[in-house]
């Protein structure tokens, strides 16, 4: 295993030993990201809120704790914001030569970037999870074209011109960064897809599933969401679709999730009351490999007005666990692309839940095309987006922005 006392004697610059993340909620792909650095020789730290482990302690990279994420869309975020960012900012005054990965949560360091890089000779690469202020020009909480919003770009531009390397998580998405640049700016953006852990996450016969015995789903038609419902989610077509299927008795809806619109959606269940719908809190990260396969079909939404500003992680999770997919989007989209190209599932439009409700009636109805589209799901994670490829395409792709090592980069091609 290569380490950090390796020199290259041909090169003067310091192989990529030591890296110094920022990201306030460290979740399970930041982890596995992390994990995978390490096992390849590289010292990782992370200045981070939150991390989704049982057992931080036992991590391989040190975490550097800051301030929490405060979920509530109000003052009390922005604060958090404001303070995660002071404190990022001193943690890497601190470690001022130790490359960094910022990613962009909260949205506020990274325009602070430039200013460090001139100041202390910062090196960094940008991961682009959101774009800002698009998301909140989107959900209304900034005006479109404001002072505010055009000077946040300007910053960001800088941001992204100053940066060693951008990496985004979608064609689309790296689109709508290009439009934060000027005529005749050069900036590449790098686009590296979420993936899902295919050894963690497997198709299981239901038969053998412990979690669909458990909520009498062993002999149902499942069509599952499982994640968070937040604003670029359209929950509300899932559950008339639900109520447009009351007739296929062996069709069941499950709801898994939480979030900002988490007491809506509850109330939104409890006034329908439908006999084929049910509501489950966020599962435990090891019930995942059996909550998940219990689907026939899995539900992945991206509402209106915010493509090209996010790629739904859990795309990658359902196709790991074997089932279709149910795309709501608009057309030309992460999404769309990923079900047209390895024929897994059905697009449907948002706010169209009578499409979504013919597309299920079209999966129960013909088992053949419903298997076709579980095998071809299953695939598609394992020859795609499985969590060694991205995250060898993460660290590869650093270590050529970050350093010019040779004799590391014949080690990873070794």
């Known amino acids: 295993m290569v ?17 110094l993340v920022v990201n306030q909620v460290a979740g399970p792909l930041m982890v596995q990201m992390l994990e995978d650095f390490c096992r390849a020789g590289v010292c990782c730290k992370i200045v981070t809120g939150w991390v989704d482990s ?12 800051a301030g929490k994420l405060e979920k509530s869309p109000n003052l009390k975020r922005i604060w958090s914001w404001m303070l995660f960012t002071l404190q990022a900012c001193r943690r890497m005054i601190r470690h001022r030569k130790t490359p960094v990965l910022m990613v962009t949560n909260p949205p506020w360091p990274m325009l602070l970037m430039p200013l460090l890089k001139r100041i202390l000779g910062l090196r960094y690469v940008l991961l682009i999870y959101d774009i800002y202020p698009d998301v909140l020009e989107r959900m209304g909480r900034m005006r479109r074209g404001g002072l505010i919003g055009r000077l946040w770009r300007l910053l960001s531009r800088k941001s992204l011109l100053e940066a060693d390397g951008v990496i985004t998580l979608g064609p689309y998405m790296a689109e709508t960064l290009v439009g934060h640049l000027c005529s005749g700016d050069k900036c590449p953006i790098e686009v590296i897809s979420n993936w899902a852990d295919t050894d963690f996450i497997r198709p299981i016969e239901k038969a053998q599933n412990p979690f669909a015995a458990r909520h009498g789903l062993t002999d149902r038609f ?16 899932i559950v008339k679709a639900a109520e447009m299927l009351t007739d296929l008795s062996e069709v069941h809806f499950l709801l898994i999730g939480g979030g900002t619109r988490r007491k809506e959606v509850r109330r939104l ?3 329908k009351n439908l006999p084929n719908l049910t509501l489950l809190p966020f599962q435990p990260f090891d019930m995942l490999p059996y ?4 689907a026939d079909c899995s539900i992945v939404c991206l509402d209106e007005g915010y493509e090209g500003l996010s790629v739904p992680s859990k795309t990658y999770y359902a196709m790991a666990a074997g089932s279709a997919l149910l795309a709501i989007s608009r057309d030309n989209t992460e999404l769309t692309d990923i079900v047209k190209q390895y024929q897994c599932g059905f697009h449907i439009l948002p706010h169209r839940p009578e499409d979504l409700a013919e597309a299920v009636r079209r999966l129960c109805g013909d088992r053949e095309l419903l298997e076709k589209c579980k095998t071809a799901s299953r695939r598609a994670a394992e020859e795609n987006f499985a969590r060694n490829i991205s995250t060898r395409r993460y660290l590869e792709y650093l270590r050529k922005k970050l350093c010019q090592d040779r004799l590391l980069q014949a080690h990873f091609r070794a």
């Open 291 to 294: 909550s998940l396969p219990a």
């Open 3 to 19: 380490n950090g006392s390796h020199k290259d004697s041909r090169s003067s610059q310091p192989c990529l030993h030591d890296l």
């Open 54 to 65: 049982e057992n931080p302690r036992q991590l391989p990279f040190e975490i550097i704790p």
């Open 269 to 271: 269940v409890e006034q």
């Open 222 to 237: 499942v069509v599952t969401y499982s994640g968070a419902f937040g604003a670029t989610h359209d929950v509300e077509s």
